[in-house]
């Protein structure tokens, strides 16, 4: 394998740590280290690595056979609970992951509007193939992008005017999440939707990750409701995943008993035990009440490290909604990715680093996710281990910006 992996973001200097055993919110290495799980997946580890009525359902479903070929239950019940869950969405398809749920939204809004640019914003990710960080990667899907800022209301609507005879679709995170969890502006929300009504341009919420951030998704939570969701990770109940859905005359172009309907196929799309998986964690695990506390859980850990940042007069910051929080190393207001693109690369890798050896598992970049086995002593450890931290190295973290 290239690099000794298959897949770039688990790799960094000097070298990832294997992981061989999952339970809770614990990990153990091959060289047999513990550590306190707060990666959590990048959010598709919601549900820890042995949550037993989501193991349950597998086992079941496995022993009623695989690759069956044809539709099931279990992917009727998914449906009708994600239909329930989340307010923007009217009818819903699945296939196998985030990247390619964006990617149907993209196409499917192409096919829909007979248009075919895509309009995204500067750091955003949406998939392997859809990557804007730092002008975009050279692997992208061929599409024509029109390239915007986040959190940036003018200067949208000006973009979004000047090319609207050739939009297809706006896409966007109401929350990024690989950008450094930086929560979209209401105003920037509000110009997006009215602006995409007016010229007809289909509006597609990115919720691969900030769908556990409330009951019904992050556009619930806001009332925001857009044209297409799309969404990925923790849905499977940790099982390769993704989905989209949206207004009923979008969606139900894929209809296949429609003469004028679009393609929508792949094998895997209603996999038994995907399907099953992500039933059991709707309706028995990730409950609106525990999606609540999960992420009043996560606000007052983002509120306790802001607070040590402040007490060590350190230049920091941590941001976020919920459940998902990022680590800054800067002091500078941050509202698109360009604000923290300077920030000390050092001090990231130096607080990743740190925390593994303090038995904390975090993502490079300063992402951290919140899963529902995680317990307030948890977030206990990691605040003590986090003013360590702060406390051994005040004077590397404190030269100016």
């Known amino acids: ?71 099931n239950a279990y992917e009727a019940r998914l449906a009708e609970l994600m239909c329930e869950r989340f307010p923007a969405v009217e009818l819903v398809r699945f296939c196998n992951s985030g990247t390619e749920a964006n990617l149907m939204c993209l196409s499917l809004a192409r096919a829909a509007t007979g248009r075919d640019a895509i309009m995204v914003f500067n750091g955003a990710y949406h998939g392997g193939f859809l990557a804007f960080a730092n002008g975009g990667s050279r692997v992208n899907a061929p599409f024509e992008y029109v390239v915007g800022e986040y959190n940036d209301p003018e200067g949208t609507q000006q ?16 929350m990024m999440g690989a950008g450094g969890c930086i929560p979209a502006d209401r105003e920037f929300l509000d110009v997006l939707r009215r602006e995409t009504e007016r010229h007809g341009i289909v509006l597609i919420f990115d919720e691969v990750m900030t769908s556990r951030l409330a009951p019904g998704g992050l556009h619930g939570a806001l009332g925001f409701t857009p044209d297409l969701v799309s969404f990925g990770k923790y849905l499977g109940g940790g099982v390769t995943f993704g989905a989209f859905g949206g207004r009923r005359e979008l969606m139900g172009l894929l209809d296949p008993t429609r003469k004028d309907g679009f393609m929508h196929s792949g094998t895997y799309n209603n996999n038994v035990l995907t399907m099953a998986a992500g039933v059991a964690g709707l309706e028995k695990v990730f409950t609106p009440a525990r999606a609540e506390e999960l992420n009043a859980s996560g606000d007052g850990l983002r509120q306790r490290l802001n607070a040590l940042i402040d007490k060590h007069n350190v230049p920091m910051q941590v941001l976020g909604r919920g459940s998902m929080l990022c680590v800054h190393p800067t002091r500078k207001p941050i509202r698109r990715p360009s604000d923290h693109a300077s920030a000390p690369a050092d001090a990231r890798r130096l607080l990743h680093l740190e925390l593994n050896l303090r038995g904390f598992y975090t993502a490079p970049r300063g992402f951290m996710s919140l899963s529902l086995p995680h317990t307030e002593s948890d977030h206990d450890r990691l605040v003590a281990a986090f003013e360590g931290f702060l406390e051994d190295y005040a004077g590397v973290l404190a030269q100016p910006d």
């Open 159 to 174: 973009l979004i005017s000047q090319n609207a005879g050739k939009l297809a679709a706006v896409i966007v995170e109401p």
């Open 1 to 71: 394998m290239p690099g000794g992996n298959t897949r770039t973001i688990l790799h960094y200097d000097p070298f990832p740590v294997v992981i061989v055993r999952g339970e809770g919110v614990r990990l153990t290495d091959l060289d047999g280290h513990l550590y306190t799980d707060y990666l959590g997946e990048y959010t598709a580890g919601l549900y820890g690595h042995s949550e037993p009525a989501i193991a349950a359902a597998i086992q079941e479903a496995l022993s009623g056979g695989l690759v069956l070929g044809g539709p």
